[in-house]
Each structure stands twice: as structure tokens, then as C-alpha cells.
């Protein structure tokens, strides 16, 4: 097997940050699979160029290893493969993605991370290496964490990860009396706000935001327009209207509804009919859904990047229940006045701007908006 030419740490970090940008390319449509990026590097005329790249295609399949060695065909012998997640060294409804690699003849592999599925976790590496290619770990890392932090929390914790996302006015508000919705952000704002729907695999509110908004909650980005996420009601008595935008567009955009264990038959065959897929999960002590239940629920059918849009009474809920993983907070010069619904429900404020447990990954300007994102430690 052909030996690969030396590149420096600088083209590692390169070649793996064009990887890195393949794969987010597919974020919120490769679930239940992660959407994985990868790079064929060759050298050409004495210098390191890409001569192929790929990521996982929608639904998971094929993987993005594969598509990019069948890119680059006989120019991936000797070249070196960037890919952000280990190859997978198992067999599933396609061939192992490290057999693929082995048969191509690449000379060395830069994986950013291994993969903690107890089916790889390891042995993808072991694999190649004990095929005589170069291995190497840890390049772009941390983002590589972050891409795949859907796929981290579902194999390692059996539920996806969540993203807890809010608006909220100058004076810690979310949503005028009545409820009525209110228009806290500008258009940066919410073109940021849908481009993470378009990165989510799916989108949860609580039936209270569903009758105070009667939401969409779909992608209306220009150019995302077709990567709307599954919407998810938490509803424990299958009371959501049926007139809503929601149950109207069923049979366009998936709609779960997540009901209790005992809500009424007739009503979830009446919500079947319209085009809405009725789930099933248990109360918790206090009559209500039991949310880490309803996580693990959606773990089990494979979601990985759940995002919250749910309002007041939704966000502290899984806040308390120590089930968010991520915080948006995009915080806006708007004032609402006071009686206007506080942004978290019955909690003060900081423990959705400064939660316990969390650091601060970004802070950017979005107009006359501003965002913080939380991640937790």
C-alpha cells in the first residue's frame, strides 16, 4: 500500500474544516444516522488538493466514506481520507465503512473523533491500523463533538440532544397576556432562528404555544424552504385543535402528537385520520407528561437533534428536569410590558441566560438583536 505524503498540522486542520463543512451540509436529514463529512486529499503536482468529497446522504444512507472513495475513484490510492467521525467497522444495511476504506487504498485516515456506539467504538481505528494505514484522532475535535452531539447523546443516553431555544424581550418576556404572540426579533434574528430548524431533525412545543401562536413551525429560510424538521406536540390529552396550522398541514410536514398513555382512542383516530402520527407515552407524578420518557421515546425512533420552541411552561420543565443539552437565547430591545408572560415560566430569568452547568459558546449581534448560546459542561 501506497505510503501517504507528510502534511502539516495547518493542512490536517484545514482538510478537516472542509470535511467538517460537508457534513454540517446535512445536519437534521441523515437521523437516525449522524451526517458525517469526509475529504479525499490527494497530492497532485506536488501539492495537497481535494479530489473528492461527501457527505451522508439523506436518511443515513449511503454513509459519506463510501460516496466519497467512489468519488475519487483510482485517485484515492495512497491519499489521505479526512472524515468527522470514526468509519464504521460493523455491518448494518450497508458493509462496513472501514472495509470500504481498506479496499480503496488509502494511505492514511484523520478521523476527528471515534465513534461511541458500543458497535464501533474503537474498532473502526483498530481496523485500518491493523491494515497498515495511518491513523489519526482528534483533528477538529471539538466542533466534530458539537456536529455530532445528537448522535453522542443518542447512543451514549438512549434521547436526543435538545436545544432549548427562546426569544425574549428587554424585560424577560416571552409572550403578550392572554397568551398572544408577540414579535420580540428582527429578520436576522429569526433567519438565524430557522436555519437551526433546518438543522434540527425535529421541533417540539407544548400545546399551550400551539393555541396562544397556532405555529407553522416549519423552515421558511430561502433556500431551506424543503428541510423542515417533524413537528412535535406534547399534548397529554389529545386536545390540540384540530383547525390548527398544525393538524391543516399534517400530511405536508410530519406531525407527532405525544400523548398520555390514557388520552382518549376516538381522538387520537380522529388526528390518525387527518395525517397525524399519535405517540404514546407515560404520566409522570404530576399528571403530565413524563418528559424524560417522552425523550427517550423519540430516542428509540431515532431522533437526534430535537429542538424546543416550546414556550414558558415547556422550557423550565425540561430545564428542571436537567433534559437540556443547549440554550439559545436571542434577547431583544423590544419591551413588552408586565403583563406580558414571563420568558420562564414561575423561575427568574438567569436560570435560562446563566443555567448552572452551562458555558457560554457564542455571543454575536444579530441586527438589533443580540444571541447568547449555552452548552452544557
Request: net charge neutral; proline share 7%; glycine share 10%.
Amino acid at each position: 500500500m501506497a505510503v501517504a505524503s507528510v502534511v502539516s498540522p495547518h493542512e490536517d486542520e484545514q482538510f478537516m474544516a472542509a470535511a467538517l463543512k460537508a457534513g454540517q451540509s446535512g445536519l437534521g436529514r441523515t437521523w437516525p444516522n449522524p451526517s458525517v463529512g469526509a475529504v479525499v486529499v490527494q497530492h497532485v503536482d506536488g501539492a495537497p488538493r481535494i479530489v473528492a468529497r461527501a457527505a451522508t446522504a439523506p436518511t443515513g444512507r449511503p454513509h459519506a466514506e463510501p460516496l466519497a472513495l467512489a468519488q475519487a475513484g483510482e485517485l484515492a490510492r495512497g491519499a489521505t481520507l479526512y472524515v468527522t467521525l470514526e468509519p464504521c467497522s460493523h455491518h448494518g444495511r450497508t458493509p462496513p465503512c472501514a472495509d470500504a476504506v481498506i479496499a480503496s487504498g488509502i494511505s492514511r485516515v484523520v478521523a476527528a473523533i471515534e465513534d461511541p456506539d458500543h458497535r464501533v467504538k474503537g474498532r473502526g481505528v483498530a481496523r485500518l491500523r491493523a491494515a497498515g494505514i495511518w491513523v489519526t484522532v482528534g483533528v477538529g475535535a471539538e466542533q466534530a463533538l458539537a456536529d455530532h452531539a445528537g448522535h453522542i447523546r443518542r447512543v451514549t443516553l438512549g434521547r436526543p440532544h435538545v436545544l432549548l431555544k427562546m426569544a425574549v424581550s428587554a424585560d424577560g418576556k416571552a409572550a403578550l397576556a392572554g397568551p398572544r404572540p408577540a414579535v420580540v426579533t428582527g429578520p436576522q434574528a429569526r433567519a438565524r432562528a430557522h436555519l437551526m430548524r433546518a438543522h434540527a431533525d425535529a421541533i417540539l412545543v407544548g400545546l399551550g404555544t400551539v393555541r396562544a401562536d397556532d405555529p407553522m413551525l416549519t423552515c421558511r429560510l430561502d433556500g431551506y424552504e424543503d428541510r423542515s424538521p417533524v413537528r412535535l406536540v406534547l399534548d397529554a390529552d389529545l386536545d390540540i385543535p384540530l383547525g390548527s396550522a398544525l393538524v391543516r398541514t399534517a400530511c405536508d410536514v410530519p406531525l407527532w402528537v405525544i400523548a398520555a398513555e390514557d388520552a382518549p382512542a376516538d381522538r387520537a383516530a380522529i388526528l390518525n385520520d387527518k395525517g397525524v402520527e399519535v405517540l404514546r407515552a407515560p404520566r409522570g407524578a404530576d399528571g403530565r407528561l413524563n418528559l424524560p420518557a417522552v425523550l427517550k421515546l423519540l430516542g428509540l425512533l431515532g431522533v437526534t437533534r430535537l429542538m424546543v420552541e416550546g414556550g414558558p411552561h415547556t422550557a423550565a420543565a425540561l430545564l428542571e428536569a436537567g433534559l437540556v443539552d443547549e440554550v439559545a437565547v436571542f434577547r431583544s430591545p423590544v419591551v413588552l410590558g408586565p403583563d406580558a408572560y414571563d420568558a420562564l415560566a414561575g423561575r427568574p430569568l438567569d436560570r435560562l441566560t446563566a443555567p448552572v452547568g452551562f458555558a457560554e459558546v457564542e455571543r454575536a449581534g444579530l441586527g438589533a438583536d443580540h444571541l447568547v448560546r449555552l452548552w452544557r459542561r
